[in-house]
């Protein structure tokens, strides 16, 4: 939700922390602010809106110049609107901090440190947790300890860097339920929400735990848990070059990301394939594990969901065994109903999406088998599901998850036919054949489907002067359409809905005007000619309708304002470049509309908060 990160070491800390949070810029931009030691002061710049008002501030001040040691911050708010007094790092003379996540338990710890003489400026949860160490660190007079104690206190989500003003070279950093990495240089040292934000000095990190505390010199990492024992850590190293979490020449993040499907979906599927075969056993996912599956629920949000979907369409069709799909913040709160032969998949890009992540543990509390499906190594949903399955979809920096969406379907397409092998519900020939399918043709099929850009820019034009429109589709391409809805409403703002088109006479079709134009998904054959229905009755109300289908479709060209053909595919994937092709839709929508594509308004990255 929010991008924290520090540096301490021989060069200006300023530079490295403003470099940092430019990268960080994609969890949240609604504020910043640095924190850093300069000529013997704790001196503080920050400023509401985005890292580059903070970064000309600095400039202007001069205050931070000669620092060697610092933290920075850019928020996503949550308690407290933007604005300069509300933006981090919180603290006093004596303490400052930067905070991603949320402290439940605030009012209370603020109604004691008030009866204890504190007094508050801001409105935002970060200052109480600032004083609050302040006030151990007053009573224990020992950092660590201090540390601890306020970790014992908090209930909540954080990851935290702190600057006491008594120790002008050293970070601290603590962290539970949000990401937070110790990057190890040459004489220098950071702290960062993710690697991408010191990936251009150091590729070697540490994956800080939950209720651990890590204290860092130029020199010198210390990770100790809450006894203040030592804790040994894998130092890992990032797999991403710093142009891979960089844009490369590309307008936006959005188009490069999509640009990188085809690659992403080999990644992720080559090591999972032997024999020409689905292989998950590395991960865990053996044929006895897999054969005895009696449902499988896939639990996430927003886009992650919408992979789920057709997780669940594809299972069905092969494995014949239940499948639901669970929006997290609702199965949360629903008290599932769960067994220990029920699968309950958590699908994540992010790996931290706080309503995943809490009903990850939920599921596991109820005795189910957790597997993750990830894109971020040693995030936190990855590290506590029973098993995880990574996309090697490599970063994904726009808002609008494109590339690891396509993935994530990819590679539920190839989890279900071992599944289904397993089970028996399919010989081994037709696995071997469905998945050479999936791995030899797909990703050509999604280039093919990328070089239709300039026909989707052409469609695009249709639309992106209108407010409202709907999407519709039958069977997976009424999953499709929820994706390729919300792709449209996040970037473009324009009002968008999904619909069953069966269900459209069922009330909805009232608002069917020449004012609503429609988006039909047509891309399955059984239900073709029920789909051209539906676009008649829309049609006959004077919608628009831009028809996509595939190709040879019959008569399609008669009966849409617009077609746009998919590459030839199997039918059972035509999902992965339909994709692909909504994608395009709603970048060049949004960017006929003069939208920030990457950075929609209201929106974060991984939204780590309930
Ligand atoms: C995707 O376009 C959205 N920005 C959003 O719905 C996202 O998919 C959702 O927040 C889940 O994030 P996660 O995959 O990181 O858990």
């Given at each position: 939700?929010?991008?924290?990160?520090?540096?301490?070491?021989?060069?200006?800390?300023?530079?490295?922390?403003?470099?940092?949070?430019?990268?960080?810029?994609?969890?949240?931009?609604?504020?910043?602010?640095?924190?850093?030691f300069?000529n013997?002061?704790?001196?503080?710049?920050?400023?509401?809106?985005?890292?580059?008002n903070?970064?000309?501030?600095?400039?202007?001040?001069?205050?931070?110049?000669?620092?060697?040691?610092?933290?920075?911050?850019?928020?996503?708010?949550?308690?407290?609107?933007?604005?300069?007094?509300?933006?981090?790092?919180?603290?006093?003379?004596?303490?400052?901090?930067?905070?991603?996540?949320?402290?439940?338990?605030?009012?209370p710890?603020?109604?004691?440190?008030?009866?204890?003489?504190?007094?508050?400026?801001?409105?935002?949860?970060?200052?109480?947790?600032?004083?609050?160490?302040?006030?151990?660190?007053?009573?224990?007079?020992?950092?660590?300890?201090?540390?601890?104690?306020?970790?014992?206190?908090?209930?909540?989500?954080y990851?935290?860097?702190?600057?006491?003003?008594?120790?002008?070279?050293?970070?601290?950093?603590?962290?539970?339920?949000?990401?937070?990495?110790?990057?190890?240089?040459?004489?220098?040292?950071?702290?960062?929400?993710?690697?991408?934000?010191?990936?251009?000095?150091?590729?070697?990190?540490?994956?800080?735990?939950d209720?651990?505390?890590?204290?860092?010199?130029?020199?010198?990492?210390?990770?100790?848990?809450?006894?203040?024992?030592?804790?040994?850590?894998?130092?890992?190293?990032?797999?991403?070059?710093?142009?891979?979490?960089?844009r490369?020449?590309?307008?936006?993040?959005?188009?490069?990301?999509?640009?990188?499907?085809?690659?992403?979906?080999?990644?992720?599927?080559?090591?999972?394939?032997?024999?020409?075969?689905?292989?998950?056993?590395?991960?865990?996912?053996?044929?006895?594990?897999?054969?005895?599956?009696?449902?499988?629920?896939?639990?996430?949000?927003?886009?992650?969901?919408?992979?789920?979907?057709?997780?669940?369409?594809?299972?069905?069709?092969?494995?014949?065994?239940?499948?639901?799909?669970?929006?997290?913040?609702?199965?949360?709160?629903?008290?599932?109903?769960?067994?220990?032969?029920?699968?309950?998949?958590?699908?994540?890009?992010?790996?931290?999406?706080?309503?995943?992540?809490?009903?990850?543990r939920?599921?596991?509390?109820?005795?189910?088998?957790?597997?993750?499906?990830?894109?971020?190594?040693?995030?936190?949903?990855?590290?506590?599901?029973?098993?995880?399955?990574?996309?090697?979809?490599?970063?994904?920096?726009?808002?609008?998850?494109?590339?690891?969406?396509?993935?994530?379907?990819?590679?539920?397409?190839?989890?279900?036919?071992?599944?289904?092998?397993?089970?028996?519900?399919?010989?081994?020939?037709?696995?071997?054949?469905?998945?050479?399918?999936?791995y030899?043709?797909?990703?050509?099929?999604?280039?093919?489907?990328?070089?239709?850009?300039?026909?989707?820019?052409?469609?695009?034009?249709?639309?992106?002067?209108?407010?409202?429109?709907?999407?519709?589709?039958?069977g997976?391409?009424?999953?499709?359409?929820?994706?390729?809805?919300?792709?449209?409403?996040?970037?473009?703002?324009?009002?968008?809905?999904a619909?069953?088109?069966?269900e459209?006479?069922?009330?909805?079709?009232?608002?069917?005007?020449?004012?609503?134009?429609?988006?039909?998904?047509?891309?399955?054959?059984?239900?073709?000619?029920k789909?051209?229905?539906?676009?008649?009755?829309?049609?006959?109300?004077?919608?628009?309708?831009?028809?996509?289908?595939?190709?040879?479709?019959?008569?399609?060209?008669?009966?849409?304002?617009?077609?746009?053909?998919?590459?030839?595919?199997?039918?059972?994937?035509?999902?992965?470049?339909?994709?692909?092709?909504?994608?395009?839709?709603?970048?060049?929508?949004?960017?006929?509309?003069?939208?920030?594509?990457?950075?929609?308004?209201?929106?974060?990255?991984?939204?780590?908060?309930?």
């Amino acid at each position: 939700m929010c991008g924290i990160t520090g540096y301490v070491g021989a060069r200006e800390a300023s530079e490295v922390i403003l470099q940092g949070l430019h990268t960080l810029e994609y969890r949240g931009y609604d504020s910043a602010g640095i924190a850093a030691f300069a000529n013997g002061n704790l001196a503080v710049v920050k400023a509401v809106g985005k890292v580059q008002n903070v970064e000309e501030k600095v400039k202007a001040l001069g205050t931070l110049n000669g620092a060697h040691c610092g933290i920075g911050h850019t928020r996503w708010a949550t308690h407290g609107a933007p604005s300069d007094i509300n933006s981090h790092p919180h603290g006093n003379e004596r303490i400052q901090i930067v905070h991603n996540g949320i402290i439940e338990n605030y009012a209370p710890l603020r109604a004691m440190l008030q009866k204890n003489g504190y007094t508050f400026v801001s409105e935002t949860d970060t200052e109480v947790a600032a004083k609050l160490i302040d006030y151990h660190y007053a009573n224990c007079h020992d950092r660590a300890d201090a540390l601890i104690a306020a970790m014992r206190d908090i209930v909540g989500s954080y990851a935290i860097a702190v600057l006491f003003a008594d120790c002008p070279d050293t970070l601290y950093a603590i962290r539970k339920d949000n990401p937070l990495i110790v990057g190890v240089g040459e004489g220098e040292s950071f702290v960062a929400s993710d690697i991408a934000a010191v990936l251009r000095y150091t590729k070697n990190y540490y994956q800080l735990g939950d209720h651990q505390l890590a204290v860092v010199t130029k020199d010198r990492v210390s990770i100790l848990d809450m006894e203040k024992t030592p804790v040994e850590h894998e130092l890992l190293t990032a797999t991403w070059s710093i142009e891979a979490a960089e844009r490369g020449g590309y307008a936006h993040f959005m188009i490069k990301e999509i640009g990188e499907e085809p690659e992403a979906i080999e990644k992720t599927l080559r090591p999972r394939i032997k024999d020409m075969l689905p292989c998950f056993e590395e991960e865990g996912l053996d044929d006895s594990r897999l054969a005895g599956i009696k449902s499988v629920t896939f639990v996430a949000c927003g886009t992650a969901m919408h992979a789920g979907l057709v997780g669940k369409t594809v299972i069905e069709k092969l494995c014949r065994v239940p499948v639901n799909v669970e929006i997290a913040s609702e199965f949360r709160y629903n008290d599932p109903i769960l067994n220990k032969d029920d699968l309950v998949v958590i699908i994540s890009q992010s790996g931290e999406t706080a309503d995943s992540l809490a009903a990850l543990r939920l599921a596991k509390e109820k005795g189910a088998y957790t597997l993750g499906i990830v894109n971020v190594i040693g995030s936190t949903i990855a590290r506590e599901a029973d098993d995880v399955i990574y996309t090697w979809a490599g970063p994904e920096i726009s808002v609008a998850s494109t590339k690891a969406y396509t993935v994530q379907i990819s590679l539920l397409y190839l989890l279900s036919i071992r599944m289904a092998l397993a089970m028996g519900k399919l010989t081994e020939d037709a696995a071997r054949s469905y998945t050479r399918t999936l791995y030899e043709d797909m990703p050509r099929i999604v280039r093919e489907a990328i070089a239709l850009e300039d026909e989707v820019a052409e469609a695009a034009a249709l639309f992106c002067d209108y407010e409202d429109l709907f999407f519709i589709g039958r069977g997976i391409d009424y999953h499709l359409a929820m994706e390729g809805s919300l792709k449209l409403k996040e970037i473009s703002y324009i009002h968008s809905e999904a619909y069953a088109a069966g269900e459209l006479k069922h009330g909805t079709i009232s608002l069917i005007t020449e004012d609503m134009p429609v988006i039909a998904l047509a891309t399955t054959s059984p239900l073709y000619e029920k789909m051209i229905s539906n676009i008649r009755e829309v049609k006959a109300r004077g919608a628009e309708v831009l028809l996509i289908t595939r190709e040879g479709a019959k008569d399609a060209a008669d009966e849409a304002k617009k077609v746009i053909y998919l590459p030839n595919c199997s039918e059972l994937f035509s999902a992965i470049p339909l994709a692909t092709i909504l994608q395009l839709l709603a970048y060049h929508v949004a960017a006929k509309r003069g939208c920030d594509i990457d950075k929609p308004r209201n929106l974060a990255k991984s939204v780590t908060v309930e």
